[in-house]
């Protein structure tokens, strides 16, 4: 892996010139915004973790776990998405079979990361020699997962691709056949990525308009079901409860459910990366992986400096977190050039 990028404004200068004269974001936003999403990911993850399968969570439980000494340990989710971003890293683009390499010997190294029976069963296939896109392909009698696992780890393809929203979505799905093979898995997938392309490359300066991004991001969306959640999270807004986005739109351990769920919870407060992660939380379910992709969104809108400072100071491998932001944006940098 290359050394971390240390001195950003050298980098950053000649693109922000170019971004500004073009109207773009400026570099040193988007890596405020793409450390923010990493970021984002885990503290959703860490902080959603004690509640998963919840009914309810009340506002006021959320921070009853957490004493100031508790490091935010994450799951299965921020440590899958730390393997995306490695392999990306490595390989400078996709590769599939060693993406799934580094899955499998990521879970050997930490398995008690809290991963569900599937992806072990994926890996150890993957490790005695089966081709990286087949193990996936003969699960639930040859369907494939429709869960959400494949869209929990996806913001690094967002972070690498950034700018080409297709490629964004077409390597989303790619990352996702290797342990999520259903379309509805794999679209769930490349939704989620490019609603965090879209925002990191977002305006700061004016206000977010959820109607508008809702329309930007169906031109990426081909499936029925999912078009329809998009309309179902347009009518919930602006302020439908917890309880309700929970019954309309679901917020299980598939990603039909939890995409739409984590893009309502980013669009019902999307100035406040707080009160965003504490409203997917407070939907109950599968409260870790909706808050992970709920970070994810918001901090690739808001940026780093908007999480707030005790979470940003507690959660685990943070440095390691912004060091994979810095090298996926360097490594797209010296692709436009």
Request: hydrophobic share 45%; net charge negative; charged share 20%.
């Amino acid at each position: 892996m290359r050394q971390p990028v240390t001195n950003y404004v050298l980098l950053a200068t000649a693109h922000d010139r170019e971004r500004r004269c073009a109207g773009q974001v400026s570099v040193v936003t988007i890596q405020s915004r793409s450390r923010g999403s990493l970021l984002g990911v885990a503290i959703g993850d860490a902080l959603g973790a004690p509640f998963e399968g919840a009914a309810r969570v009340s506002p006021e439980d959320i921070e009853k776990p957490l004493p100031e000494s508790r490091e935010l340990r994450f799951t299965d989710d921020t440590h899958m998405t730390i393997g995306v971003a490695q392999s990306l890293i490595e390989c400078r683009g996709f590769d599939g079979a060693h993406m799934a390499r580094v899955f499998a010997n990521n879970y050997q190294a930490e398995p008690w990361r809290g991963y569900g029976s599937g992806p072990p069963r994926i890996f150890d296939a993957i490790l005695n020699g089966a081709p990286w896109d087949v193990p996936a392909s003969q699960l639930f009698g040859g369907a494939g997962s429709f869960g959400n696992g494949a869209a929990m780890r996806v913001a690094p393809v967002a972070l690498y691709a950034r700018g080409d929203l297709l490629r964004v979505a077409e390597l989303a799905r790619q990352t996702a056949r290797i342990t999520h093979a259903h379309q509805l898995g794999m679209e769930g997938a490349a939704i989620q990525a490019c609603a965090v392309a879209l925002l990191l490359e977002s305006d700061a300066g004016a206000e977010l308009c959820p109607t508008e991004f809702l329309a930007a991001l169906r031109g990426y969306v081909p499936s029925a079901p999912y078009r329809a959640a998009l309309d179902k999270i347009e009518r919930l807004l602006p302020n439908a409860s917890a309880e309700t986005v929970a019954r309309v739109i679901g917020n299980d351990i598939t990603a039909l459910a939890a995409v739409p769920a984590a893009l309502c919870c980013f669009l019902r407060h999307p100035d406040s990366f707080a009160e965003a992660v504490r409203f997917a939380i407070s939907l109950g379910g599968d409260t870790d992986t909706i808050a992970s992709m709920t970070g994810a969104l918001s901090g690739a809108r808001l940026g780093e400096q908007a999480i707030p400072p005790a979470w940003r100071k507690r959660v685990e491998s943070a440095d390691l977190l912004r060091d994979l932001a810095d090298h996926l944006l360097r490594v797209s940098i010296d692709d436009e050039a």
